[in-house]
């Protein structure tokens, strides 16, 4: 793609003892990803879409392979890269601000700076307005906003997201993911998404990867290769969009609901 790849998983297997049990979750993975990338990785559930996500993030070690970032071993979490989560991560105890600056304080000890940074990326994120709020005086979409502004004040360059508008209406979530984009439009960070929706996966991505269950494997690569915004009633969307729904071969007893069709 004529770009130095900035996260290669290769050849990468992962599995879990339940029980004296092993459950292969993951078996010879391989993809790559460049800096700047939005990518998705869909599927259904168990089929270790999260696993992953945790390995490239140095969450989980992997049993074979190998996990780089510009071409260095991931051998455990860094600064580099942060994981967010569907349930915001917020401590009720303190305010809007405080939680932004919450991860600034290992790395930024003078107060004024964090303060600082914090209040920009609240500003990125359009809640300059609720700085002194608490997070159950938030709606769910403000209290994502606020997880997203937290991850950013650490300035990391991979952003990994765990289904994170899972819990959001249908407005919230569209509203949400067009912030993300003009968001990641400004600040390039490199985010890797893992979710059920293929509509989101089809919106937000430049790439992405199809996985199989039992044990997870990457089915299919698929680019998105055409411009943003999307309009999700286009014909390229839909084509894109059937073309995902027929590689999951749904049978009559996987319903189009489970996968948000």
Not at 8 to 22: I, L, R, Y
Not at 113 to 118: G, I, M
Not at 156 to 170: G, K, Q, S, Y
Request: proline share 3%; aromatic share 8%; glycine share 8%.
């Amino acid at each position: 793609m004529g770009r130095a790849d900035f996260i290669t998983v290769e050849d990468v297997s992962k599995s879990f003892f339940n029980q004296d049990q092993s459950e292969h979750v993951l078996s010879n993975v391989s993809l790559q990803i460049q800096k700047g990338e939005i990518v998705s990785v869909l599927g259904e559930s168990g089929c270790g879409k999260s696993t992953l996500l945790n390995v490239i993030g140095g969450f989980e070690q992997v049993d074979h392979g190998i996990v780089t970032m510009d071409g260095q071993p991931v051998k455990g979490p860094s600064r580099r890269g942060i994981m967010l989560f569907q349930n915001y991560g917020l401590l009720p105890w303190r305010s809007v601000l405080k939680n932004v600056e919450l991860g600034l304080e290992d790395g930024v000890t003078n107060g004024k700076q964090r303060r600082e940074r914090a209040l920009h990326y609240l500003e990125l994120v359009g809640l300059l307005d609720k700085v002194n709020l608490f997070p159950h005086e938030l709606s769910g979409g403000m209290q994502q906003r606020v997880a997203i502004a937290r991850a950013l004040a650490i300035q990391p360059e991979l952003i990994l997201m765990d289904e994170p508008f899972a819990a959001l209406d249908t407005f919230n979530r569209y509203y949400l993911q067009d912030e993300l984009l003009t968001i990641q439009s400004k600040e390039k960070t490199t985010i890797v998404l893992v979710t059920h929706d293929i509509d989101e996966a089809i919106y937000l991505s430049n790439r992405v990867f199809i996985m199989s269950a039992k044990p997870g494997r990457v089915k299919k690569e698929i680019a998105i290769r055409t411009p943003r915004p999307r309009d999700r009633s286009h014909g390229d969307f839909q084509h894109f969009r059937k073309m995902i729904f027929e590689e999951f071969e749904f049978s009559r007893s996987k319903t189009a609901i489970e996968y948000n069709i």
